[in-house]
């Protein structure tokens, strides 16, 4: 499709488990950026890619949070050993250029992770 | 600390205008973005301010004052299709988006 995808959109996980979400952007897109949303929140920065490069980390909330991007498309967030704070919409975006311009991001539809 | 202030809620009626407010307090300012969500799904683009004024888009229109911090999304000739949360957002000195609560709004025929 033309749009920004996420799989799984839905994800159920035991405290403890390990997940790993996907996110194919928008093709020829620099940049990559993930965010989680609670609910009745908005999005909150997590990590940005240009290309395969991850240039800002800052957001994520722990070491169990990791993020790639090999080959400068298709990234991959992996949590380990999720804890229930875990649980929230997962949001990958990708624009057209680098940060620093005005272009705007394209949004997937979310990864909604619960953990029990 | 870096801040975005919108108001929670707001309702309006059909066909009527609205004015959603954002203020911010940002570490740097690099532009300021407006977002709709409807529920469950991902937010989609509006509108785009770097300089101070008005960007009208159809029955959309974003207003910008930097010296004071604050923004307006307006919208006019209300739908019921309308019905979403809007965001505001700002990108800082680090080209880094912060984000708004979003405020969501209610249609009412």
């Known amino acids: 499709g033309a749009g920004v995808s996420q799989s799984p959109r839905y994800k159920v996980a035991k405290r403890g488990q390990d997940v790993a979400l996907r996110c194919d952007p928008i093709s020829g897109h620099v940049s990559l950026f993930w965010y989680q949303q609670a609910l009745g929140q908005g999005p909150e920065f997590l990590t940005y890619f240009q290309n395969e490069a991850q240039l800002d980390k800052s957001g994520l909330p722990s070491d169990r949070f990791f993020a790639e991007r090999p080959e400068g498309s298709v990234s991959t967030l992996k949590i380990q050993r999720t804890q229930q704070e875990d649980s929230a919409v997962y949001l990958c975006a990708s624009s057209l250029a680098f940060v620093d311009g005005s272009y705007e991001q394209y949004f997937g539809p979310g990864t909604r992770l619960t953990v029990t | 600390g870096q801040n975005i202030d919108q108001p929670t809620e707001m309702t309006a009626t059909e066909g009527a205008i609205v004015q959603i407010n954002c203020t911010y307090q940002?570490?740097?300012?690099?532009?300021l973005f407006w977002y709709q969500q409807h529920a469950g799904e991902a937010p989609t683009f509006l509108s785009y301010?770097?300089l101070d004024g008005l960007e009208e888009k159809g029955r959309f229109s974003s207003f910008l004052s930097r010296s004071k911090g604050y923004s307006y999304l307006l919208l006019k000739e209300l739908q019921m299709k309308d019905s979403a949360s809007y965001l505001c957002?700002?990108?800082?000195?680090?080209?880094?988006?912060?984000w708004g609560a979003g405020t969501k709004l209610i249609i009412k025929p």
């Open positions: 957002a700002v990108k800082d000195s680090n080209y880094q988006l912060i």
């Open positions: 940002t570490s740097g300012f690099n532009g």
């Open positions: 301010n770097v």
